[in-house]
């Protein structure tokens, strides 16, 4: 019913002031935006937005709260009525590689979101899912201006029937370890796997349960009837807490500055101890000069921590997947 009016939308455009917006939404969804206003929103990032006093803020950010969930419910009705016959596990790690945010940024840029985004801050380890984020924005401006089959036409007709192969997303395994190990070097963090528990279950079978540290902070732990399961399932919930959770990923941005600043003193105090000593080098104690084969040189060994972006306990590092 909401596509019938497009016609009527079409005869309108040349009279609207907002008409080059309207036909670069058009060229994304297929149908045309009734309300601009939260288009326009969905397409602000917080980094140009302006608040004003005891108004909510104007950029992105709640649009994206509502546009994930939107996501999510629309994903999980199109797998539930495709995939009769599969497990619940099937439909949710299919729902899961269907809405992760290396997905989202894809999209984004082949639709061409990425270009109608506003923003005044450069692509960097905080912003890097901008388009990502832009897209679950989009839904929530969908779902408020044409509702939820609106929504639903959009995944159903112009994603998956155009962009995504259901299929193949489908079929795709998943590394979680793998990608999470690729971000950690990719932001130079030092990552670990953590063994943390060991114990037998039911008729005897061992399980293991993993906890993932980044930066020395504790992230989530996974749990797996071997190592390599519960390393696996310690990543994948580190992965959407990551995705999630804005402060923890700032919290381990700033650890990592933190051990940076804490090895850079550590060096220069151990390159003063080495040039005071030498300083001394051939002096008795009451200042006269010794003989070269009376003075003795202790070595100082100066410990740097390095930058291991490889898992403790991590075994033979799995490949990359494409995301």
């Given at each position: 019913?909401?596509?019938?009016?497009?016609?009527?939308?079409?005869?309108?455009?040349?009279?609207?002031?907002?008409r080059e917006l309207?036909?670069?939404?058009?060229s994304?969804?297929?149908?045309?935006p009734?309300?601009?206003?939260?288009?326009?929103?969905a397409l602000?990032?917080?980094?140009?937005?302006?608040?004003?006093?005891g108004?909510?803020?104007?950029?992105?950010?709640?649009?994206?709260y509502l546009?994930?969930?939107v996501?999510?419910?629309?994903?999980s009705?199109?797998?539930?009525?495709r995939?009769?016959?599969?497990?619940e596990g099937?439909l949710?790690n299919?729902r899961?590689?269907l809405?992760q945010?290396?997905?989202?940024?894809?999209?984004s840029?082949?639709?061409g979101?990425d270009?109608?985004?506003?923003?005044?801050?450069?692509?960097?380890?905080?912003?890097s899912y901008?388009?990502?984020?832009?897209?679950?924005?989009?839904m929530?401006?969908?779902?408020l201006?044409?509702?939820?089959d609106?929504?639903?036409?959009f995944?159903r007709?112009?994603?998956?029937?155009?962009?995504i192969?259901?299929?193949k997303?489908?079929?795709?395994?998943v590394?979680f370890?793998?990608?999470?190990i690729?971000w950690?070097?990719?932001?130079?963090?030092?990552?670990e796997?953590?063994?943390v528990d060991?114990?037998?279950?039911?008729?005897?079978?061992p399980t293991?349960i993993?906890?993932?540290i980044?930066e020395?902070?504790?992230?989530e732990?996974?749990?797996?009837?071997?190592?390599?399961?519960?390393h696996?399932?310690?990543a994948?919930?580190?992965?959407?807490?990551?995705?999630?959770?804005?402060?923890?990923r700032?919290a381990?941005?700033a650890?990592?500055?933190?051990?940076?600043?804490?090895e850079?003193?550590?060096?220069n105090?151990?390159?003063?101890n080495i040039?005071?000593?030498g300083?001394?080098d051939g002096?008795?104690?009451?200042?006269?000069?010794t003989?070269?084969?009376?003075v003795?040189?202790?070595?100082i060994?100066?410990?740097?921590v390095?930058?291991n972006?490889?898992p403790?306990?991590?075994?033979s590092?799995p490949t990359?997947p494409?995301?």
């Open positions: 019913m909401f596509l019938s009016s497009n016609f009527i939308d079409r005869i309108k455009l040349p009279f609207r002031k907002d309207c036909a670069s939404i058009y994304i969804l297929g149908f045309y009734h309300h601009t206003k939260y288009y326009k929103q602000l990032h917080k980094s140009s937005a302006h608040r004003r006093k108004e909510a803020p104007e950029h992105n950010e709640r649009l994206e546009g994930d969930a996501l999510e419910s629309i994903v009705d199109i797998l539930y009525r995939y009769k016959h599969e497990s099937f949710t299919t899961s590689k809405v945010r290396d997905t989202l940024n894809k999209l840029v082949e639709m979101l270009t109608l985004i506003r923003s005044n801050s450069k692509p960097n380890a905080h912003n901008m388009g990502g984020n832009a897209f679950e924005a989009l929530g401006a969908i779902y201006d044409r509702g939820y609106a929504c639903m036409h995944i007709n112009r994603v998956l029937g155009q962009l192969s259901l299929e997303v489908a079929a795709k395994e590394n370890k793998s990608k999470l690729e950690a070097q990719k932001h130079r963090l030092k990552l796997f953590k063994l060991q114990r037998l279950e039911n008729r005897n079978s293991f993993t906890r993932v980044l020395g902070l504790d992230g732990t996974g749990k797996g009837y071997s190592k390599k399961e519960s696996q399932m310690a994948k919930a580190t992965l959407k807490t990551l995705k999630e959770d804005k402060d923890w700032e381990i941005f650890a990592k500055e933190r051990h940076l600043q804490e850079k003193a550590a060096a105090a151990a390159d003063t040039d005071a000593e300083e001394t002096l008795t104690t009451d200042g006269n000069i003989a070269a084969s009376d003795i040189v202790t070595p060994e100066v410990t740097t390095a930058q972006t490889t403790i306990d991590a075994g590092t990359t494409e995301s």
